[in-house]
């Protein structure tokens, strides 16, 4: 059984850039104190990030290829976390009042 604490207000799939030449499938998701990326592919499938709602100090929107807005980079005091996803402004919008 999950605790209070882990269940998911929303859940999206994306994608997670680690770097230029690496980016992970899987599934984005919030809970009321975390954001949480889950990779989806077999060979990445332990891949997880956990990143504390009260640690994320910008959240930026950009466009892919100046037209697509579905760029979402999370920054924290440690790092950037760079991802892509469909509903980008709807996630930001959960993601802000979770925020509050």
């Not at 269940?7 to 499938?25: M, P, R």
């Not at 950009?62 to 790092?79: D, F, G, H, M, R």
């Not at 976390?81 to 509050?100: I, Q, S």
């Amino acid at each position: 059984m999950k605790s209070q604490s882990r269940k998911y207000i929303l859940t999206v799939a994306a994608t997670y850039y680690e770097n230029t030449d690496n980016k992970i499938d899987g599934k984005l998701k919030i809970s009321k104190d975390t954001v949480v990326f889950i990779a989806s592919h077999k060979k990445s499938r332990l891949y997880k990030i956990e990143i504390p709602i009260h640690e994320i100090t910008e959240i930026i929107k950009k466009s892919s290829y100046a037209l697509i807005p579905n760029i979402l980079i999370l920054k924290t005091s440690q790092q950037t976390y760079k991802f892509t996803l469909y509903a980008r402004e709807h996630f930001v919008r959960v993601l802000e009042l979770c925020r509050e």
